[in-house]
């Protein structure tokens, strides 16, 4: 489970730093392109007067200065790179329980070092707080979609996760008095 929120919030800085990336180099040629362009054409096809285009031109120009310079300071994707290590880590310590699985004997310093290994997570990210229910509700229904899927190997995953959405919420799994005992906290 570590490893595949590791490997989401991976996938989630990668997708961050080439939208805004992608977005800012399209901006840049689009800005570039608009510089050739006669106040002519812009009163004709526009209709606005060329000061104004001008003025929106400075206005994109500056918004993506600082979405390249967010872009530089936040780094996204060194973040993604981080939790690229994390599944690493998680994986490489899989793959040793699994090879210790196999063999017929296993010692109690075998143990130790697979579980010196797991907790050696000094220099790894950590998955903040607030995004880890999401992470871990992500990941339980992958499971249970790929849980399905080996039986049902042509079923549309989408049908299959509005499938189990609906059944989630038809079933009443949630205590009637949820709703009520939540908000009465909130108030007191």
């Not at 570039?32 to 362009?37: H, I, P, R």
Request: with cysteine; hydrophobic share 45%.
């Amino acid at each position: 489970m570590q490893a595949d929120m590791h490997g989401q919030l991976a996938d989630h800085y990668l997708h961050k730093q080439n939208t805004v990336y992608y977005g800012s180099l399209f901006t840049s040629c689009l800005l570039l392109s608009l510089t050739f362009v006669s106040d002519d054409f812009i009163a004709r096809t526009l209709h606005l007067a060329p000061d104004w285009f001008k003025w929106l031109k400075a206005l994109i120009a500056v918004v993506n200065f600082f979405a390249g310079l967010i872009l530089a300071i936040s780094k996204p994707s060194s973040h993604a790179a981080r939790h690229m290590e994390a599944v690493n880590h998680y994986t490489r310590v899989l793959y040793a329980i699994r090879n210790l699985d196999s063999r017929d004997t296993v010692s109690e310093q075998d143990l130790k070092a697979i579980e010196d290994q797991y907790l050696d997570t000094g220099d790894l990210p950590r998955i903040p707080g607030p995004q880890f229910l999401k992470l871990k509700k992500r990941y339980l229904v992958k499971i249970a979609i790929s849980r399905f899927l080996e039986d049902h190997p042509h079923t549309w995953i989408w049908l299959l996760k509005f499938k189990l959405w609906w059944r989630e919420l038809t079933s009443g799994a949630m205590p009637d008095d949820t709703w009520t005992r939540s908000s009465k906290q909130i108030d007191s």
